[in-house]
């Protein structure tokens, strides 16, 4: 993690702090917490078919994904996923719906559900290199395990709204 405090640079040494060794500055006090990532996703659904994007990037390079990506400091998470789903698909999204939170271990992934209408086309760019619409049968490779539950939640609304009608 830090080897010198960010206040005033002096090396840290690990202390118990709230039940966990921290890093922490002997000389000012500072003490480093690590915080968890929070990504940003939106499952884009459009008659039946979802939209992935193949990574051109590593982690998951080749593989399938949701747009997305890591929330900036200060930014609202939704607005986060409707940027990242306009740079690595040059869709608009708006009235996102929360679909799904996971944690990895690392990162804390927030799903987001939008549909859009017909005529709305993707253009890969950004970190991906291919977008596809596909339906719940036919599912890429998928580069995050933290996709599985939102694509299963998504599955079991759409079961249950075909039931309705």
């Not at 840290?12 to 940003?40: L, M, S």
């Not at 690392?106 to 291919?130: C, H, K, N």
């Amino acid at each position: 993690m830090i080897k010198f405090c960010p206040q005033c640079a002096t090396p840290v040494e690990q202390r118990i702090f709230e039940g966990k060794a921290r890093p922490t500055c002997p000389a000012c006090g500072y003490i480093a917490f690590a915080d968890p990532k929070v990504a940003a996703t939106v499952l884009v659904e459009r008659h039946g078919k979802l939209l992935f994007i193949r990574r051109a990037i590593d982690p998951g390079r080749g593989r399938w994904c949701f747009p997305g990506g890591y929330v900036d400091f200060g930014e609202d998470p939704v607005a986060a996923a409707q940027r990242e789903c306009r740079e690595e698909t040059g869709l608009e999204v708006a009235e996102l719906a929360l679909l799904d939170l996971a944690f990895d271990g690392r990162v804390i992934v927030i799903t987001y559900l939008a549909r859009v209408g017909d005529g709305v086309e993707p253009w890969p760019s950004d970190d991906a290199d291919l977008a596809g619409w596909f339906g719940p049968d036919e599912l890429p490779p998928l580069a995050f395990n933290s996709m599985i539950r939102p694509i299963l939640r998504w599955q079991k609304e759409a079961t249950s709204t075909e039931k309705l009608q």
